[in-house]
Structures are given as structure tokens and as C-alpha cells.
């Protein structure tokens, strides 16, 4: 197996420190963000200094709570969702080859689940059956009930992959608790021929991602296990902060002069636009084995071999020609450069609404070495090969 695995004995101590305090600490920060926006009108600066002065009843005298409407509505949510992905019709897809050397089908039915559930929620508001302010209204016992919900994926799904792990050689256990929790486990756990538990959870418990397509050749589609880091950030972490612009919003409304509505509109397109080029032609390229043109010109690859737990050797390309040849990782520029734009909106009254450009800028950066750490390891000599011949990683001459 390809894997990057911590070996001598300070590594592991590392990786266990580390995975231990982002599980301790990730939802900590969820629920010091609901307390900012609900008891410090998104004041920072009071909030922390208040969490300095009293850093154990900070948090224990607004302990999370879950309501009958919190748990309806998230349980009636998801259970939606899983009976759109089980019968909404859709293409079979086949996904990029796993660590074991599987090839695994799922449905494409995301653009047809989104259209409905829009247009049900538009009826159901429409009608009165459903308060379109539901989730601004509910929003901190709706974080507490997701909560609760991963934590519960979390366990179920640590000791699944402990007492009964898929025997394809998708599974990583290190037998380091901490590090096994955070990021360790199977890759794409199954309920029946089609009903993938990572998939379903990327894709639809947090929002609809209803252009699915792409996932599968991500780092989080093809090679993160279902365990805390991928559990927790779908359906914790990205609903809840990835949407606090509009919370914000909602109660500090912002007056932007055309200019900036202008501009930030442009910022925000031509972000969509570079991480959709950049996807698109690195999916081409898997596609079509490299037998395609950027613009005028003929794409240029590198042929990379790569092996699979059952022991056979598969080949690839590497892309290193359009977008893919001026840095590694164009396509997390144009999604740090469409966030930000979509936090710009909100003004320069509070840093709260900047959570997500924040996240959004750590978690590309931290990615572009643990992505190139995975490839070095799975692809060797055509990825240092590659490295030679795009030097930089995010920005031309700086990083
Ligand atoms: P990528 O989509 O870039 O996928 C990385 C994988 O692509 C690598 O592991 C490798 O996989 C393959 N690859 C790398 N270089 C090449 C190349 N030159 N030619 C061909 N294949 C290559 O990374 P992520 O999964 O991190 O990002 C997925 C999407 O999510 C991106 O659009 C990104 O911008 C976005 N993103 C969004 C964030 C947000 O919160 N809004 C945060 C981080 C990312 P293989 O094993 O197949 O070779």
C-alpha cells in the first residue's frame, strides 16, 4: 500500500499528540464560534477575552443542547437525503482505481437530489409545512445535533473497521488510537452494492453537491479514510462554517457600493473558474490517458507507475502541461481565491465572517504537503520528476 506511514518512535508520538488535540480542539472551535456570533454579537476580540479570564466556565455555562426541533429536523434531513441517494435514478460511475486495486461504481444522482429537495423545500416554505429561517433559527442545536450524529459515525465506524474491516486492502489501521480515530479506517465503507457511507456523507450530509463528478479524483473522494477528519468535516465542520457568512449577515447586515459588488462578484468568478479549469483538465487528462489539447496545444504528461495492495502494478500520467504546469495545485487557488471573495462580502466590521478564507487558506496549505508526501510515496521517481518540472506549489517564485 501507498501509504505515507509515521515510523520511529517520535513520529508516532507526533501524530498522536496531533490527532488527539484536533479531536479534542476542532469541536471546541465549532461551538467558541456559536457562543462569538450568539453572546458576543461576533466580537472576537470580547469573546476571547472573556474565554482568557474564564477558560472552563466559558465553555460550561453554555454546554451544547440538542431539542425535539434539532433532532427532527437534521434526522429528517439526512434520512431525506439517504432515500433520494438509494432511488433517484442516475448513471453508473466508476471510480479512479483504490489503494487495494478496486475499481467501485456509484450512482450519479447528486444534480436530480439537489433539484428536488429544492423544490420541495420551496413548496413545503411555500405552503407553510416548513419555516425557510429553520436552520438561522436553530442553528446552534442544529451544530449540537450534528454533533452528536458524527460522534456516533465516528465510534460506530472505528470499531466496524477494528472488529469487521472490508478485506480489500482499503483499510488502514496503524494500531495508534488517537491516529487510527482521526484518520484511520476504511476507506469506503458499504451498506450493500451501492449505498457508499463516505460518499454519501461528503456529498449530501452537509449540502448537496450535486456536480459529483470531480470528488472521486480528490484527495477526500479517493484517498481519505471515513473517520474523524472526513466524518467530522462534512458533517460538522463545513455546514456550520462554511455558511457563516450568511449567519453573520443575517444579523449584521453590510452596504457594499457597486464597486465592490462589482469586483467581489468578479473575484468570486474567476476563482469558481480556475478551480473548475484546473479540475476539469486534470480529470481530462485521467480520462483520456493525456491524448488531449489545452488550447492549441497537445497536453504534456509524465507516465507514472504506482502499485496496489494486491501486489499488481498499474500506470498513469501526471499532467504537467496548462494550469497543472505553472504550479501543483492551481485548483486550490481558485478555491482560496473564490472564498475569500464570498467572505469580502461581509465587510470589515468583524473577523468571525472570515472563518472559513482562514480554514479555507490553512487547510490548502497543509494539503499541498500532505497530498505531495502521498504521491511521493505512491508515485516515487515520476513524482520528483515532476516536482523538477513545475517548481512551485501555489504561487509562481513565492511559495
Ligand atoms: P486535488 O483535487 O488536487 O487532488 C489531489 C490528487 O490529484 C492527488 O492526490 C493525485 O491523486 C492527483 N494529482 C495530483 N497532481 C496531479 C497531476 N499533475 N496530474 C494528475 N493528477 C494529479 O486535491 P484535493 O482533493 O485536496 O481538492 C479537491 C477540491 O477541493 C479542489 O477543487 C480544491 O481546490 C478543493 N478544496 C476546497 C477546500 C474548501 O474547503 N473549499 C479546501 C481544500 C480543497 P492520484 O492518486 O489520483 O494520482
Redesign the pocket.
Known sequence: MYEPRATGWMSVIINELVSFQLIATCPLLDWFVCIVYDDYDSSLLSASEALLSEPLSFFTSRLPTVTATSIAAYLGWVLFQALLYVFVPGPLHQA?RTPGGRRLFYRLNGFWAWVLTLVLAAYASYAGFLDPTLIAKHWTTLLATALVYSSALIGVFYIKARVAPDDKGDTLLTGHFWYDLFNGGELHPRTGQLFDWKHFNASRTGGILAWTL?FF???????ERFSFYSIYGFAVM?PHL?TLQTQYLASHPVELSTAAVVLLVLGFAVGWTI?HV??DQ?NT??RTNGNFRIGSQEAK?IE?KYETADGKTHR?????SGL?GIV??P??I??ITY?CAACLTCGSGHILPYM?AI??IT??IH?CFR?EA??KA??GKAWAE?CER?KWRLVPGIF
Open positions: 479512479p470531480i479524483e480528490t484527495l477526500d473522494g479517493a484517498h463545513m462554511w478551480n484546473a479540475n486534470k487528462s485521467r504528461t507514472a498513469t500520467i501526471l499532467l504537467c497543472w501543483r495545485h485548483n486550490y481558485g478555491s472564498t472559513e480554514l479555507v487547510m490548502c494539503r497530498d502521498r504521491c505512491k508515485y515532476y513545475v
